[in-house]
């Protein structure tokens, strides 16, 4: 059997389960269009986001229909596009961006080492840092294959603009893996953290 948990101990095939996520992740994009909802935001901001939730929508599930092809890799594709639909639904209240090789969000990226450029530029009168995704996190990565990063003690520190490299390891990875990394950023005020927001993108190796 290739459970990996309650969900997908019911699937009877691989297609079985990536037909059952791409289901969840259609219904749970309700939800978070309720919450766009009740920030009562102006209609031109609502849309949007809301925009923006049924983008993910559709690219998430594209990816689990063509890229995803074990419960891991359906798995890490599903919670990637959850976590891209609340940081949509909260959107950005500085301007956050990550990148590689200039792909936004959805990249596809060769064996070896990816460069995760990350920018960001805090309100005014305000600084700007890589803050910790957890206590023990600094960032949220999923994979399918052993990866790991490295990240400059200048990238912790807060700055006036944030622009720097993640560099994640995936000389490890097989052609047709699956990465999601969340980087997380912290707008700061006196020393007090007043904003912070998440930027999650997903990796498939070629």
Known sequence: ??????????????EDYQNTCSEFIIDISRDYKDWVDRYQLSDEESSKRKVSIDAIVSTTNSWIRNFANT????????NDGVNKMAENTASYPFQFEVSINSMKRYVQHEVGTIPLRVNAIPQEGRMIRLGKYSKSELFLISSSSPVSYTVSDESIK?????????????????????????????????????ESRGYSTVIMII
């Open 71 to 78: 419960i891991k890799k359906v798995d890490i594709v599903m």
């Open 1 to 14: 059997m290739f459970a990996a948990d309650s969900s997908s101990e019911r699937a009877t095939s691989i």
């Open 158 to 194: 807060t700055v006036d603009i944030l622009d720097d490299y993640v560099m994640i390891d995936a000389s490890k990875c097989e052609k047709g893996s699956i990465i999601s990394v969340t980087l997380i950023v912290e707008e700061v005020k006196d020393d007090h953290v007043t």
